[in-house]
């Protein structure tokens, strides 16, 4: 791992974001999280973390995948998901360590920083257009759905149904784990991990 000294599992964490990219390896350590991807390399004292958000965000063909933003006083920004990339249409999924390490840096700053802002979701300006956009999709296709029934189309209610769950599954799940909400460091929301 470089330069950091090794430590037990839980105060270490990697992963790929993506194929083609260096992995970037994190490390809890005494007073602050020290992180590597490639040449670039880098450490941000816990006292000196402003805010953590929390969020679900799945990729194209990911269902699963969380990130932890982190933002430091002096404007770096630090991403961690729970998803690690081995090929093009293929990624590891590394929840329970993700969640692990998550718990124990939000402990680790919990016990130096008083003004860490811990927020869940996405911000308020990005959630409820996609709560808007949700409701109108979901609404069309349940439009959609009875037209069918009503003209007496059964193979295309049914293709519909299926389409609809779909979208109610991808949507309303995404929407409804990003809603924007602040958390206590040591009670994390469980919708917002893995």
């Known amino acids: 791992m470089g330069k950091m000294a090794p430590l037990q599992s839980k105060n270490i964490y990697r992963y790929r974001p993506r194929v083609m990219s260096n992995e970037r390896v994190f490390a809890l350590l005494d007073r602050a999280i020290e992180w590597e991807e490639g040449r670039r390399?880098?450490?941000?004292?816990?006292a000196d973390i402003s805010r953590i958000r929390l969020g679900y965000r799945p990729g194209n063909l990911a269902n699963n995948r969380f990130v932890a933003e982190i933002w430091a006083k002096d404007g770096t920004k630090l991403e961690i998901a729970s998803l690690s990339?081995?090929?093009?249409?293929?990624?590891?999924?590394?929840?329970?360590?993700?969640?692990?390490?998550?718990?124990?840096?939000?402990?680790?700053?919990?016990?130096?920083?008083t003004s860490c802002h811990f927020e869940g979701g996405l911000p308020a300006w990005r959630?409820?257009?996609?709560?808007?956009?949700?409701?109108?999709?979901?609404?069309?296709?349940?439009?959609?759905?009875g037209r069918a029934l009503v003209m007496g189309e059964l193979m295309l209610t049914a293709l519909?149904?299926?389409?609809?769950?779909?979208?109610?599954w991808q949507m309303g799940g995404t929407v409804l784990r990003n809603r924007p909400r602040k958390y206590?460091?040591?009670?994390?929301?469980?919708?917002?991990?893995?």
């Open 160 to 168: 519909m149904i299926c389409l609809g769950a779909f979208l109610m």
């Open 184 to 194: 206590s460091p040591l009670l994390i929301p469980a919708i917002l991990l893995p």
């Open 85 to 113: 990339a081995r090929t093009m249409f293929d990624s590891e999924n590394l929840g329970p360590q993700f969640r692990i390490f998550i718990a124990e840096l939000h402990r680790r700053i919990a016990d130096v920083s």
């Open 41 to 46: 390399s880098g450490q941000i004292l816990y």
């Open 127 to 145: 959630w409820w257009p996609a709560a808007i956009v949700a409701v109108v999709t979901i609404s069309a296709a349940l439009y959609l759905i």
